[in-house]
């Protein structure tokens, strides 16, 4: 008898799960291991990347702050647990429509899906450094980004680090709590990314020398503090309190920083081989096209507002409709990850309760 | 025609003297206080000024095409144009004739200040004289073309957008009287010397005008009425006219008198600001003109407000107003008697931000970049004098693009130059100005006009609109060429030293506020353009150019206002679907560079890509 109820209510907690179509949009961590987690409890999950390859940045990335674990290690556990999922590579939605409860999505290449729940996890773009053009990133030799140096510590290709560069500096908010480039919020990210690249770039160039200009350093997560003494006392890289006003390029390339030291009250020039600026996090290009698409509510910046910011951040405006990582706002990967499964949770609950 | 009232007087021409003796008086007092707190040197100017002969005839060309023809509003709106000039000229006309009627036909009534206007009461044509019908035409003739302007004006308070503007300001009490007055004159004066006509005798409007009235009305009860009601009016307006806006009439022709004279305001209540404030017409001509405007809320922050704050003595507003301003100038492009409301803003400034303190005394140990960039190996080490000295300007060195354009024009047409604040320069003193710290600015300026001295060269290229109009107007550098890079470039294009490829792609060209209306740079860049592609049109030009939005003459403009205006601006530019957006300011293409959707570049850029 107990078996039998037992069995009987394991039965129907899943046929609701086997009856329903889940869309995620975005294959970046978080829509990933909403997938994985979807797929687990038995949806059917289709995954739609408008990109050619899964993972996102993440898949662009060499190591992660604070531990230095390797970005390919972790994309591979998530990546492994996604077998079964159906995904488009390349594919953009085209259109939505809600027909009584349940949205049928049209796919860039043909495909359409019904859908009772979708997921959006569209994440981040990093902001165009070359719109801060005073740094001179794409004017002059030297300059590149966080993203081209963890591509650098990935392939080793790169024409603009010179063999033995002998000084670098890394500019901390790049767009990011800069009104004039439009966007007044904290990238959250970059901080410990510098550090983390600051202490990988010294353990590359041992005699060189390296300079952090900053105007906060933010370093809330576990282990991120001591990321930071580290680099100081182990890697002995100089952080400067204060903003770079201009980079300009002398007659050997090389890159002529001013600055200002805003401890000792003193303007600051010094000379680099390689520049990297920090670049912050931006909405997905693609945000806009959802957001009219889904009627979704948007912030200033572009960024999908959830129902709330602290209780409801999962759930969007829109009945049947979530979100996931940082297409809300910045977000480190350990958040996104946990997004993407408290979104998973709440597409169940959603779910099952429209039964 | 002759005296039909003995004595040439009547009890109703009372309120009219009084009005007409309170306002002379007024005016009298006005114009000694003006002269009398004007500083000394700019009295001395305007005195020297009224024996030249240039300057006399400039002036009166000016007081006629302005106060009364108002010529200008006639370019840009011509139904508007009319409106104006039909009420000034008009009404000029209507007070010529009349007094000439007066020494024509009743010379013993010369001089009688009264005499002219009420005319047609005190004088009748028994019998039909030639030159008696001539008159009566005539004042007959500009009586309608005065309500026909009339009629328009008050179609303009109903549907302004009747008359081409958008907005329209909203008047005071005073300017209510004073304006209800005016409209109330002329047709009063209709139907005095129409009633009248049967007895004195009228042109084709008074006499047709006597015909239909006398059918209904009767005529010889509404005669003394009618002149009763025409002089209370005049003698009202009179009253209510120093309080009121049309206190420009009167002030006008003085204030062209001191701006002809070269006068500046230094102070925002003081010589010519005066008679600049009271020349304001509270047309509402800039409530259009103001980027800021396309929001509402705005609105308030417009020149013509800010006129009447300063009128009004209320320091809050007039401050508030004063700092919210963008200096694009182009009220000051638009306004029909050319109040430079800038100039104004910009001295309400000094009056709080001059008695900041600064100390500048580290620039004396500043010396110019002195390392000479030979691009031409045969150059003669003895023609120092011909070296071109550039300027970059802090801007252009937060746009490095500019930068490298230039010097790559330089290396190309093998220019010796001077690279003046390649390693860091002095501000050129603008930034200064603008927020009215003139005391400041004048140490900045004095260093870097010394550093230019030095140096020996015989010209500067700039390559900052902002750096470019205080070189021009505050550094008083003769023999020394100034140029701006677009300048420079069209000279070079022109000398046939600078070959450029024609591309396909089609550019549409932003006039920065500070080199198009406020150096005057129109056609330099829009020749340089044509060489390298197509030049397409953007919906405004020129002079009426929108600021970008990033102009740093506001000094509390918020950001989301100035996107808002950055949107707008964008907007007007790309209505033909330009390729490229070209500027020549590196403040334009930093703000526009983050809106856009069409790439911005500088024109010194659009070259460079482009040399053969």
């Known amino acids: 008898m107990k078996t039998d109820l037992y069995k009987n209510y394991i039965k129907n907690a899943n046929t609701h799960r086997m009856n329903n179509n889940v869309i995620i949009i975005g294959g970046g961590p978080s829509g990933l291991e909403a997938s994985a987690q979807l797929h687990k409890m038995g949806y059917k999950v289709f995954l739609i990347e408008k990109d050619s390859q899964l993972g996102g940045h993440l898949a662009k990335w060499d190591r992660l702050f604070p531990d230095s674990i390797e970005a390919k290690s972790i994309l591979e556990n998530i990546l492994e647990n996604i077998n079964g999922v159906k995904y488009f590579l390349n594919t953009e939605v085209e259109s939505i429509t809600l027909l009584d409860k349940e949205y049928n999505v049209i796919l860039s290449n043909g495909t359409t899906i019904p859908a009772t729940a979708i997921l959006v996890a569209c994440g981040f773009d990093l902001f165009p450094a070359e719109k801060k053009e005073e740094y001179g990133y794409g004017i002059y030799d030297h300059v590149i980004t966080n993203a081209d140096l963890e591509n650098w510590f990935k392939t080793g290709l790169d024409d603009r680090i010179v063999k033995n560069p002998k000084r670098i500096g890394f500019v901390h908010c790049v767009g990011s709590r800069d009104e004039k480039a439009g966007n007044r919020y904290c990238s959250k990210v970059c901080c410990a990314t510098a550090v983390k690249q600051a202490c990988e770039v010294k353990e590359a160039f041992p005699d060189a020398e390296v300079f952090c200009f900053y105007m906060d350093l933010r370093m809330f997560g576990k282990g991120y503090e001591e990321l930071y003494l580290k680099a100081q006392k182990d890697y002995g890289v100089r952080f400067i309190r204060g903003r770079v006003s201009e980079v300009a390029e002398n007659i050997d390339k090389q890159l002529v920083i001013k600055a200002e030291d805003t401890l000792s009250g003193k303007p600051v020039k010094v000379t680099l081989d390689l520049l990297v600026l920090m670049a912050g996090m931006k909405n997905c290009v693609s945000s806009a096209k959802i957001a009219n698409l889904f009627s979704l509510k948007t912030d200033e910046y572009g960024f999908f507002t959830g129902k709330d910011s602290i209780y409801k951040l999962q759930y969007s405006n829109k009945e049947g409709i979530f979100h996931a990582g940082a297409c809300t706002g910045p977000k480190t990967l350990p958040e996104s990850l946990h997004e993407a499964r408290a979104a998973a949770l709440a597409i169940d609950n959603y779910i099952k309760s429209l039964e | ?536 049109k953007a919906d405004k030009e020129k002079d009426k150019s929108i600021c970008c939005g990033g102009s740093l003459g506001s000094l509390t403009l918020d950001y989301a206002d100035r996107t808002q205006i950055t949107r707008e601006s964008l907007q007007a530019l790309t209505i033909e679907n330009p390729d490229k957006i070209v500027t020549a300011c590196p403040l334009c293409l930093k703000t526009f560079g983050d809106q856009s959707d069409t790439p911005v570049i500088d024109i010194a850029q659009a070259v460079a890509d482009n040399i053969k």
């Not at chain 2, 005049?234 to 009439?249: D, E, T, V």
């Not at chain 2, 008679?275 to 405007?293: K, Q, T, V």
């Not at chain 2, 620039?363 to 110019?368: A, E, G, S, W």
């Open chain 2, 1 to 536: 025609m002759e005296e039909r009232i003995a004595g040439g007087y009547d009890p109703f021409v009372l309120p009219f003297m009084i009005g007409i003796v309170f306002i002379l008086t007024y005016l009298l007092i006005a114009l000694i206080r003006i002269i009398c707190i004007m500083p000394k040197s700019d009295r001395k100017r305007l005195g020297l000024s009224l024996l030249k002969p240039k300057i006399i005839y400039k002036n009166i060309k000016d007081i006629f095409g302005d106060c009364l023809l108002h010529l200008k509003i006639f370019k840009c709106n011509p139904l508007l144009g009319y409106m104006h000039a039909s009420i000034a000229f008009g009404w000029f006309m209507l007070i010529v004739i009349g007094h000439i009627e007066v020494a024509l036909f009743t010379p013993q009534r010369n001089g009688i200040i009264y005499y002219p206007l009420f005319y047609r009461y005190f004088v009748a044509e028994q019998t039909p004289t030639p030159k008696g019908s001539l008159f009566f035409f005539l004042m007959d003739f500009f009586l309608l073309i005065v309500l026909s302007g009339i009629g328009l004006a008050m179609l303009k308070r109903i549907r302004s957008s009747a008359l081409g503007m958008k907005r329209t300001t909203k008047p005071c009490v005073a300017d209510r009287i004073a304006l209800y007055c005016l409209w109330a004159i002329f047709p009063l004066r209709l139907l005095a010397e129409g009633f009248t006509a049967e007895i004195s005798g009228g042109g084709f409007l008074t006499k047709s005008t006597n015909t239909l009235l006398a059918n209904f009305f009767g005529n010889d009860i509404n005669v003394l009425p009618m002149w009763w009601a025409y002089s209370i009016v005049l003698g009202l307006f009179f009253l209510a006219l120093p309080f009121s806006r049309y206190m420009h009439i009167p002030t006008e022709p003085l204030y062209i008198l001191l701006r002809n004279a070269g006068i500046k305001p230094s102070h925002p209540r003081k010589g010519i600001a005066e008679a600049e404030i009271y020349s304001c017409s509270s047309c509402g001509i800039c409530l259009d003109a103001c980027p800021m405007n396309t929001q509402k809320k705005n609105i308030k922050y417009s020149s013509v407000y800010f006129i009447r704050f300063l009128r009004k003595n209320n320091t809050q507003k007039t401050n508030e107003i004063a700092d919210k301003c963008l200096m694009c100038g182009k009220c000051v492009a638009a306004c029909p008697v050319s109040v430079d409301s800038c100039a104004l803003k910009q001295s309400q400034r000094s009056t709080i931000t001059n008695k900041l303190p600064y100390n500048y005394s580290f620039l004396n140990d500043v010396t110019i970049h002195s390392e000479t960039h030979i691009s031409d190996i045969n150059a003669q080490s003895g023609s120092d004098n011909n070296n071109v000295l550039y300027f970059a300007g802090c801007m252009t060195h937060l746009t490095p693009a500019i930068i490298k354009s230039m010097t790559s024009i330089f290396e190309t047409v093998k220019e010796k130059y001077v690279f003046a604040d390649k390693d860091g320069g002095i501000c050129c003193g603008r930034p200064l100005i603008l927020a009215g710290r003139t005391d400041a600015a004048k140490e900045v300026i004095e260093k870097n006009r010394e550093l230019v001295r030095n140096s020996g060269c015989k010209t500067i290229v700039l390559s900052c609109p902002i750096c470019m109009k205080v070189f021009k107007e505050e550094y008083n550098l003769q023999g020394v060429t100034i140029l701006h890079h677009t300048q420079y470039i069209n000279n070079l294009i022109l000398q046939g030293r600078l070959k450029l490829n024609k591309s396909e792609e089609s550019f549409v060209y932003h006039d920065p506020c500070e080199l198009g209306r406020g150096c005057n740079i129109y056609n330099e860049p829009r020749n340089v353009i044509s060489a390298i592609g197509e030049l397409k």
